[in-house]
Each structure stands twice: as C-alpha cells, then as structure tokens.
C-alpha cells in the first residue's frame, strides 16, 4: 500500500523546479501536472487537468484532510470553477493545512491561510488508495448542513452523495478547468504637461491624442509622472523658482483619468521637487479621479489593482538621490518576492537614467540588465523601463518581456509619444507587444511596430 510519505517525499524532489503551463514534468510542471506526475510514480493514472482529477478522486470536507489529499482552487478571475491544484503536506490543529505545487514561481510549499488561496479554496478529495469510482461513503446531513454553512465558499457537488436537498445555499457543477485569458497592459514613458524656464517661461502641451483608444481600452495602464501635480499658482509667477520647474497644474489629473491611466508612477526624479506636502498633494489629486500611485515612501512601492476579476500587483522602482534603487538587488528581490503569490499578474516598472548617471555604457548596461533579470527570476511576468531616459532596448528572458527605456511620453519636445501594449497570458506567457507613437495632433497617422518573441530575441538563461 502506497503511503502519504512515500508521496510527499517524491513531491519534495521537484521543490524549485520552474513552472511552464502545460508541463508535465520531469524539468517543468503546470499544476496539475504536477499532481499527475508525482502520484504516477506510484501507478495512479490522474487526469492531466485539475476538474477530473477531483472527480476521480473520494470528496473530502476540510475536517478530513490529510497528508497527500488534494485540495482544489479556483482559477484566475473566477473562484467558483477548479483552477489549481496542490497536495497536503500538513495539517494543523486548527484545521489549517500546507501544500505543495506548481506555482507561478515554480514548485513550493504553500499555506492556505495565504488571502490568495484562502479566498479561492474549492473542495479537496482523496486519490491515495481510494476507489476511482466512488466510495459511496455516506455524509451525516446535520455536519454537511452545517459545514456549508460555515464555508460559503465551497461550492463543490460532492459526488456520491446526493446533498442538495440538506442545504439552502446553491450548489454549481464543477466547470473544466478553463484556458488562461488573453490581457493587455499599456504603459507609457515620462510625462511632463508643463515646464518652466530659467527665465521664468512656460511652456505647456496638450496630452498625445489616442485616436485607437489604445491606452483606455488595455486591461490596465501604467505612466510615470515626471513632476508634482499642484493647485498652487506659485508656479506661475514670473521669477523662476527651480524647486517648481516642474510643477504641473492639478487639473492635469482630469486628462489623464480620460487618457484611461490607471495607474501612475512617482519615481521619477522631480515628482518630489515640492516635498512632502507636494507628494501629499499629488495623491490627492490622483485620489480623487480614481488613479492610484506607486514610488515613493509616502504611498509605497507597490500597489494592487483589481480589474475584471484578475489581481494585478505593480512594484516601482526608481531614484534615490542620485542613485537609482534599483542598483540595490536585495531590496529588489525583497519587494517582488513580498507581493507574488498574491496577486495573478505582477509588473515592475522603474525608471531608468542617463548612463553619465552610473558611469560608462558598459558598466550601464550590465547595472540595468542585472536589475531586470533579478525581477524577472524572483517573478516579475515582465519588466518595463518607464521614462525619458535610458536606452530603449527590449528583449525576452525566459519567455518573459524586459523593456528597457520608452522614452517620453509627453513634454516640451516631444513629437511623437511612445505607448507600449503587450499581450500575455495570466500565467505570464508574452505573446506578442506593439510599440505605437501617438502624435500631438488628432490628424496624424499612428506609426506601430509589432515585438514578437521572434524580433524581440530570446534569452534562456537559470533562474525561472
């Protein structure tokens, strides 16, 4: 007879191992390929997805689990059908459990009171050395009734037994385990509406004209503000002041909640020209047209946007001084590491600078290389350089896109403004990105040039 240690300690060898949708092992596994592979060391045959597998197996309430169970999630942006799968390692007094599997960050060692999976547990069942074909194991009514009641949550038919009429609340069969969804994110470069000169001239520009709604229609948009948004005219009066050079009116908030941001960065390094209050203020103002903020020690880092039932996590890196935060890779990888299993998508934006900045070209790029391929070995789905400056450079590291400077989106010499769209998967496969140059004028024609996988070039190097 096949133990539950037998089976936790095949599990175990593949701890680490990297995730790839669809594998099924020995070098990658998708979640329920890893469930298959493991119990097929042992001659159970599993279904290679995640609903069949719980069919196949003894339906468990949570008061039953043990060592080698499965428990069943539901997939991203639902968590009424099966999406995920794992096995119980531990069970706790308090009825709490651990369980490996296939994660977005590779095979690991989970806790169900993790806010991911605690808000998306199923139901559980028992493969090991149960019958295929049901137990026929008989449920006292009272204890379902009351399970359910106090597990809203759970939604499973539990087979073999005929349950519906024991409970009030609603019972919904198990869907199949659905294809990831397509999303779309948009991301743009610096944005500077207005600036003023040493001589105490303003120059002022209207946002980049969006005649494909490209920015408003993605699932998400990201920008960088390249100044402070503020209300006060002291920007206005004819003597320069340089900690206002950068101001931006307040007003400016309502062209970009219409552009269709949604979220904005403040790492940049004059969006703290006017200090605390200016920082203060600048949320505000965002606040109130319903845009969040990133960057900067006032609102934090990171942030997470929820959007058609996906939970995007967005982390920010950018200037300290003179020196970008992103040359710090333990606090890089401390802040991603902190945010991945919580969310389903998760991007790192940060601001690159000037190579004079950091020293010559060569000690430049391998600063920023070494920053973009730390996040995306610690779990970034993908990477992008937002700003006026730095190199605009991309490339795909294993299977995951790195973009490395976008260039300025709106300023005071600016023709044609950058927007990035990329394409992924929800388990954080690139398909394909589009860079657009939007113009200042609603009679241009819109440039775009397609990134594919094949264009980009493709780096498969250890870590992911």
Request: net charge negative; with cysteine; aromatic share 10%.
């Amino acid at each position: 007879m096949v133990t539950p240690d037998q089976i936790l300690a095949e599990a175990r060898k593949h701890l680490g191992k990297p995730y790839r949708w669809g594998g099924k092992g020995p070098n990658a596994f998708d979640c329920a390929g890893f469930v298959r592979f493991v119990y097929g060391k042992f001659g159970y045959e599993l279904a290679p997805s995640a609903t069949p597998q719980y069919r196949q197996g003894q339906p468990l309430t949570e008061m039953e689990l043990q060592p080698g169970d499965l428990v069943f999630y539901g997939g991203r942006g639902s968590s009424r059908s099966i999406g995920h799968v794992g096995i119980v390692t531990e069970v706790n007094d308090d009825g709490s459990f651990y369980f490996i599997h296939a994660a977005r960050t590779g095979v690991r060692i989970s806790h169900s009171s993790e806010r991911y999976y605690d808000m998306r547990y199923i139901c559980a069942c028992r493969v090991l050395n149960a019958q295929f074909e049901g137990t026929g194991k008989e449920y006292d009514p009272a204890e379902l009734e009351q399970y359910f009641e106090e597990n809203e949550k759970v939604f499973a038919f539990m087979r073999g037994t005929d349950i519906t009429n024991m409970l009030d609340v609603k019972l919904v069969e198990l869907e199949p385990e659905p294809d990831p969804d397509t999303l779309e994110l948009a991301f743009v470069g610096g944005i500077m509406t207005r600036k003023c000169s040493l001589f105490g001239n303003l120059a002022c520009c209207e946002l980049p004209h969006d005649p494909e709604r490209i920015i408003p229609q993605a699932d998400v948009a990201v920008g960088v503000l390249n100044g402070p948004l503020s209300n006060s005219g002291k920007a206005l009066a004819k003597r320069f002041a340089a900690k206002r050079q950068y101001q931006m009116a307040g007003s400016t908030a309502i062209g970009l909640m219409y552009a269709g941001f949604d979220i904005l960065s403040t790492a940049s390094q004059h969006a703290a020209d006017l200090g605390l209050d200016g920082m203060v203020e600048t949320y505000s103002i965002l606040d109130s047209v319903g845009i969040k903020c990133m960057g900067s020690e006032t609102v934090g880092s990171k942030t997470v946007v929820e959007k058609n039932g996906y939970w995007y996590g967005f982390c920010s890196f950018g200037h300290n001084g003179d020196s970008p935060d992103y040359m710090d890779i333990k606090a890089v990888r401390e802040l991603i590491n902190s945010m991945r299993d919580t969310v389903d998508v998760l991007v790192a934006t940060f601001v690159p600078v000037a190579e004079s900045s950091i020293g010559d070209s060569s000690l430049y790029e391998s600063t920023m290389q070494r920053f973009a391929r730390t996040a995306i070995d610690c779990g970034a789905d993908i990477v992008v350089g937002c700003s006026e400056s730095g190199k605009l450079k991309s490339e795909l590291y294993n299977g995951h896109l790195i973009v490395y400077g976008l260039g300025q989106y709106c300023g005071e010499k600016v023709a044609e403004a950058p927007v990035l769209k990329v394409r992924m998967l929800t388990d954080g496969t690139f398909i394909d990105a589009s860079r657009y140059g939007l113009s200042l004028s609603d009679s241009a024609e819109l440039s775009g040039q397609l990134l594919t996988p094949t264009s980009i070039g493709s780096s498969q190097e250890p870590g992911r």
